[in-house]
């Protein structure tokens, strides 16, 4: 097993630098040319905070797997796309890693959340427990949907970030909810738009005080994942050209997938490629240093990223958005209005003002006997993951 592994590793790490084409590159809403800007976009994907299979992590539950290997890699995808959100909420989209670099405070925060112990706010400790209330045994393999309900309940516990997490179901996003769920009071937690108060005292790595400020807000920073399918077992064509518009908007969070059995973090794309993070690599936990510092250069992938064909997606995905303000929120649903004008783009889910009546909660995964076929196509294609690096060879 452990020369199977190091065999999938060593063929990811081959792949080739980008295409010289005249093609722009898109990561995240940025928008870069391959030819002028190729450190910059390296610098981009460097930047994001990339999450892998961990072994010997302590274990699940107490008596549960110490590593994930094999099984985790929609959960890694889950943490990926999530630690995007918090990025963007406390450092900012513009925000750059340096390898060698002192990073701010809230870098660490950021990184902290996601660290491979049961009181880390989105662990895999968490991730894994949490799922059994989806139905999802600790060692079983996730779909975006499970992996997006989940992460929802556990971002109520993260007062820091302070987080207004929607998830649009029925392929149907509905503005009235968003408004109604970001409009509402609560204590400011040190984003961009309201500046932390810096302090030496940390709870659980965090600002012992963040949640319980006294500064308001009017508009509560939103996450937005949209679990879809685009296709019964392969991805319909039609949708591709809307797919690589996702990617072009200064919202994006970028979209959690993969091929069957193998989830990967897409960033971007260029031309009829797919730009991905790859949590299939099983590094060893990582500890503190003996000075209390987090070694952190494991957590940016510090090599070109994968590529893969569009055509060749599952097409059981879920995208995710960042709208930091009500005015990111409307400049969002006018960018997604105008693609439905955008000639052999079809809508991948519709955008309505109000709920229709005969809607169900869009917030509450349905798992009930009765639910659509839909519902079932994703329960069978969320089965069980095979070991997908023997697999591959």
């Known amino acids: 097993l452990f020369l199977a592994t190091l065999t999938y590793d060593t063929l990811r790490f081959e792949y080739e630098d980008f295409p010289e084409t005249k093609e722009p590159v898109w990561i995240l809403g940025r928008k870069y040319s391959v030819f002028t800007e190729k450190e910059e976009i390296l610098l981009d994907v460097t930047s994001r905070l990339w999450f892998t299979y961990r072994k010997n992590f302590p274990a699940i539950g107490g008596t549960g797997p110490t590593s994930d290997t094999g099984w985790g890699c929609m959960l890694r995808c889950g943490q990926m796309i999530f630690a995007q959100a918090l990025v963007c909420r406390h450092l900012g989209r513009d925000w750059r890693w340096i390898k060698g670099k002192r990073q701010m405070d809230n870098y660490f925060n950021v990184l902290n959340a996601f660290i491979d112990k049961k009181d880390s706010y989105y662990s895999i400790h968490q991730i894994a427990q949490m799922g059994v209330g989806e139905g999802k045994s600790i060692g079983q393999w996730y779909g975006p949907n499970t992996v997006a309900?989940?992460?929802?309940?556990?971002?109520?516990?993260?007062?820091?970030?302070?987080?207004?997490?929607?998830?649009?179901?029925?392929?149907?996003?509905?503005?009235?909810?968003?408004?109604?769920?970001?409009?509402?009071?609560?204590?400011?937690?040190?984003?961009?738009?309201?500046?932390?108060?810096?302090?030496?005292?940390?709870?659980?790595?965090?600002?012992?005080?963040?949640?319980?400020?006294?500064?308001l807000t009017l508009w509560k920073p939103l996450v937005l994942l949209i679990p879809l399918r685009l296709g019964l077992t392969e991805i319909n064509e039609a949708y591709i050209e809307t797919l690589k518009h996702c990617f072009m908007m200064p919202q994006s969070l970028g979209v959690i997938g993969g091929k069957p059995n193998s989830a990967h973090y897409f960033i971007g794309y260029v031309g009829e490629e797919l730009i991905y993070l790859d949590p299939h690599t099983t590094q060893p936990v990582v500890e503190p240093n003996d000075s209390g510092c987090l070694p952190d250069e494991s957590f940016h992938c510090q090599h070109p990223p994968c590529r893969m064909s569009i055509a060749e997606l599952d097409p059981s995905i879920a995208v995710g958005f960042f709208c930091n303000t009500e005015e990111d929120f409307n400049n969002w649903c006018q960018q997604i209005k105008k693609l439905s004008l955008v000639r052999g783009a079809l809508p991948m889910f519709e955008l309505v003002e109000r709920q229709p009546s005969h809607f169900s909660n869009p917030d509450v995964l349905n798992l009930t006997p009765d639910s659509s076929d839909a519902d079932r196509l994703e329960r069978f294609f969320d089965s069980e993951d095979e070991d997908f690096e023997i697999l591959s060879l």
């Open 149 to 215: 309900q989940v992460l929802k309940k556990l971002a109520t516990f993260d007062t820091w970030s302070s987080l207004a997490v929607h998830i649009a179901m029925d392929n149907t996003v509905v503005m009235e909810e968003i408004r109604r769920l970001c409009q509402s009071n609560f204590p400011c937690a040190g984003a961009a738009a309201c500046p932390a108060v810096e302090s030496d005292v940390l709870y659980n790595g965090y600002p012992e005080e963040a949640g319980v400020r006294d500064r």
